[in-house]
Structures are given as C-alpha cells and as structure tokens.
C-alpha cells in the first residue's frame, strides 16, 4: 500500500454554528461509562437526513490519460465523485447530490469555490477535489470540504495513490467528510470479507470472497469445490482465517492474499471452527470438538502448539477480543443453553453476562469496546447489542433469522447475514448502532457470514 | 454373482455329498435373476450390491443408517439403540470395514455452535456403537453442522429430519 501523504492538514476547531434557517449540528455524546450503554444524542433525526451536500466531478489540471480511467483524469475526477456520493448516500446520514446533477468545477474553483451559485442551491455542505497525474502514473488527489453558508473551508486532506487504488482516494475523502460532520471515526477504506453462496439449499456452494466496503473490487478466493465458512480478514490484511472442508472435516487455514498460499492452524484432525484473530494480529483463537466437547484454543499466528483456555464439559465456541486485548466474549452451553460469557485473556476468571430470556450466541466485541453485538434467539434470530456488563440489552432487527454479527472498522454499524424462510437464501446487511438505516449491501450471488476488516492506513 | 453360482454349486456339491438325505437342502440360496442374460460383470451393473460394500451397507440397513435428534439433543433414544444395534451387526461381520459418522444440526441455529452440535451428535452414535463392540478405531466423526440439509422446508417436520447422524461405510 502506497503511504498516503496529507497535503496541508487544516481543520477549523468550532463546530458548525446555527445560522439564520441553518441547521444545529449537535456532537454526538461521547462514550462514558454509562452503565445504560451508548447513548446517541442526536435528538432530531431529520436535521441529519437535511443535511445536502452538493459533490460535483473533481476537477484535474491536465486531462492526461490514466490507467485508472480509459478517458482520463478528467473522466476519473467524474468516477471520484460518484464513488464519495455512493459512501455517503448508502450511510443515510445525508442527502448527498452526485456529480451527475452538478455543474462541474473548473481547476481553480476546487480552493476558491463559487459561493454564489452553490447558496443558490439546496444543499448546505460542499465537497471540492482534483485529480492529478504524475508523469509515472501515480495520482495525487486533494479533497476539500465547505461550509456553504459560511463561505469557509472545514477540512482539506490529500492522498498519493496507484492508479489501481484510485477508488481508496475516493473512500478517504468520504471518510474525511463523514468524520468531520459526524464526529465518528472513519470506516469506508475498508475491506468485506464473506462467503458467496450459489445453488439449491442441500447443494450449497460455498466460495471464499473479499470485496471493498462498497462492493466494489469483488474476487472470489476459493473456486467452490470445497464448502468455505465463517473468515476473518486478519488485522494488517494480508491474511484470511477461514474453515474449509478441503480435506472432507472442518479445519482451519491461514490464507495469504497475496502469495495465494495457505497453511493449516491445527494439525488435529478433530473438527476446528469459529476462527477469530486477536487485535494485534498475533494470535488466533479456534473452537475444536473433540468427544462430543468443543472448547476454544489459542495459538500463535506464526503457527505452534495451542493453548487451551476453556474445559467445562458444555459447548464453548467463537470467542471475540476487546479491542484492547485483554478480554475475550465467547458463546457457551454449560449453563443448558447457549448463553453469552467473558473470559481473561488468558482463560481465567470466566462468568456469564447474558441473563435476559431466550438463547445468546455469536457474540463480537465492538472495535470501540462499548458494547457487544451478538444474535439474540427468542423465537426469531435478532441482532441485539448490550454492553460489555451484560445491561442495555437492545434490538436492531426483526426478521426471521438475522445472525453473526461484526462490526465496521467505527464501531457504529453492524453487519450481519438474513436467510429467507424455505429458500435458505442468504444476504448481507447493515444496520446502524441506533437501529435505523437497515439496508443490503448488495453481492453478485447469495452471501453469509460478513467481516469487516479495519481501516486501511 | 459370481460367489452366488458358486454357492448354488457348493450346496449341490454338499447334498450330493450328503447321500444319507434324501431330501433337498433347507434352504437354498435364490435363483439368479438374470437366468440366460450375459453374465455380468462382476462387482458391478446388477441389482444386487456386493456384500461388504457402502451400497450393501445402505441396502441392509434401510434407513436405519441414519438416527435421528430433538432440538437441541444428542441423546440415544430407543428408536436410535436399534438402528444402531442393527449397523454394529454390519459392522461386526465385516471387520475390515472403516466407517465415517456425520453429524448435523437444523438450520434453527447459528452456525458454529451448530458445528459443535453436529460433532456431539455424531459422537454419541460412535460411543453406542462402542458400547457394542466395535473397535473405536474404526470409526471417523464428521461434523456438518447445519450445511447439508436433507429436508429442504423451514417448518418441523423438515427439522427434525436434519438433525441426525448418518453412517457410512467406507469402501
């Protein structure tokens, strides 16, 4: 990954301010230790759906033909833009206007805008870039952000990108906008992990598949022979851990993405399932059944012998970290059902948290640490999220069987799979941590068991 | 077939011995089918499956290869103990033969503890089946969890039919 260089940081510290008719942006309160969990003071929904902002095509010095775009940098500066509006439309924050309904900006526009024609239109935010390309191909993008109503600039960042990666330049500008008037970490730089399911519900075709936050960039890794479940894009992103039957009972491999090699976790040849990676990338955290008992194990990434950390008689599957490492939450039976439990690190000192009605399974530690995303069974299969003491208990969906949460790289959106009833079809959703904003993140065929890997650097 | 002309001709071969009976021999095997038919290749195209084989396996056992679960159980019930009296008699005449016990769950479930279920149900049916004397080396556990279904609805009836574990033998 080529390093991104920022080309003059300038970020104005006052937030926005309510003008004569503007709109009041209120800060979204931070996290305290509220035993009630998070609570989200955006008090009016609708201020936030208000909220235009105007995208038009970047603009580029010299329209000089790229291999990012077969047009050229003028036409790629078009692509830019959209790919922002895309980022920001799919996230129902704001009402975002693509390049497409725009007029276009000429070169000196992007860092002296034309207040006069924006304030005539509805839209209160303005997003300005260029696009250059250097005589070795590499393309320098600049993206500023405006305050319309105040005819000043709220943040400006720059990035040097390959031109195979032009779409991240893009990701990094909408993750500078949405940070900047959210007040929530970036998260659309970022990759998907899933399975890409075909075929008849007892023939299922299963295929290991990595695409971009957006869909975009889509690569199939494994060609179906062998059913795949359940991976992880690993910290830095340059593994996956994922099950496969290849050798005709579930094990677990590390696979490298770019040498295309793979290598087994385990050499037991029990069924291994359940990979997870820890925060810093150098452990890997497996269930294995052995005699009718499934515990969960912990080996190092490089590979080695596994450590065992659970040993009660019951089910103990999955195993999430907190984002500082220390903690793990993982799934377990012992009590007769499946219900919810935190463990040290190291094993020790494991007690249940779940104590509401029903079954809890498939817990995941949000990367903020605040709270615990996990599938809430009670008759239907609901996403819910309680913080990490067990309290707050709260549903996000509603449908017949949602399961196996995990988070976007912010900690504010959860992504989960839906399967149809009867048909067994399966799908990929997101939801926001509030509840709102459910929508399908769209696959080239059926799709399960999502991970977000976290924001590129 | 061709075990069965051969036994035709020893059971000949034994009453023409045997001249102190008159009569015929209790019991004689069957004729064969396919009584002036080429004869066919053996251990293959015919109706009848070679003894010691997984399609022979499948043929005795009539769907008693496969046990079945409540939600979330993987107890041996009654039902259970005699299909799998009935696959260790299989077993038992033909001692050389390795068998593979898959487990699965439902599609009711999330699908990692399914895993874990599925390995637990399958497991049970190994420890039954050692409990009646087979050598636990022979047996293999195989979980599916709740991949392969074999009932296709999402109502009870189609659950309950998918929580199971199925015997196979290996040829």
Known sequence: MKKFAAILLFVFATPLAAQDGGVVVPPIAADDDEPGGLQVTVTDESAWQDLGIAIPAFATNANVPTSANTD????????????????????????????????R???????????????????????HGYVRAAG??????GCYLYDISLRSELVREGWVVQPSEWRRAAHKCADLVYSRLSGESPFFDSKIAYIAETGPKDKRVKRLAIMDSDGANHRFITNGQSTALTPRYS??????????YVNGNPRIYVYDIGTGQQRLVSESTNPTFAPRWSPDGKWILYSMAVGGNT?????????????????????????????DGRRIVFESDRSGSQQIYIMNADGTGQRRISFFGGRAATPEWSPRGDQIAFTH??????IAVMSPDGGGLRHLTNSWQDEAPTWAPNGRIIQFFRNERNSGNASLWQVDLTGSNERRLP??????????????? | MHRRISAVALVAAIALAGCAKKDAPADLPPQPDNIGNPTPTPGGASNVPVPGSNADFLAQMNGRNVIYFDTDKYDIDATDQAALRAQAEWLQRYPGKRASIEGHADERGTRDYNLALGERRANSAKNYLVSLGIDAGRLNVVSHGKERPVAL????????????AATITID
Do not use: C, H
Request: charged share 20%; glycine share 10%.
């Open chain 1, 377 to 382: 069974i009670s008759g239907n299969f609901r």
């Open chain 1, 235 to 244: 910290p830095d992103y340059k593994s996956l851990v994922y099950l496969s």
């Open chain 2, 153 to 164: 609805g999402s109502n009870e009836q189609a659950w309950a039919q998918n929580r199971r």
């Open chain 1, 136 to 141: 070795d191909g590499q393309l320098t993008v």
């Open chain 1, 443 to 457: 696959t080239p065929v059926g799709a399960s068991d999502p991970a977000w890997g976290p924001v590129l650097p």
């Open chain 1, 295 to 323: 515990d969960i194990y912990r080996v190092s990434a490089q590979g080695g012998s596994s450590e065992r950390l659970t040993d009660t008689p019951g089910i103990d599957v999955g195993g999430s970290y907190s984002p």
């Open chain 1, 72 to 103: 050229g940098t003028a036409a790629l500066g078009r692509e830019l833009a959209r790919v922002i509006t895309a980022d920001l439309q799919n996230n129902g924050l704001f009402r975002p206007v693509g390049p497409d309904s725009l007029p």
């Open chain 1, 105 to 127: 900006p000429e070169y000196p526009e992007i860092t002296a805008p034309r207040w006069s024609s924006w304030q005539a239109r509805s839209a209160e935010m303005l997003v």
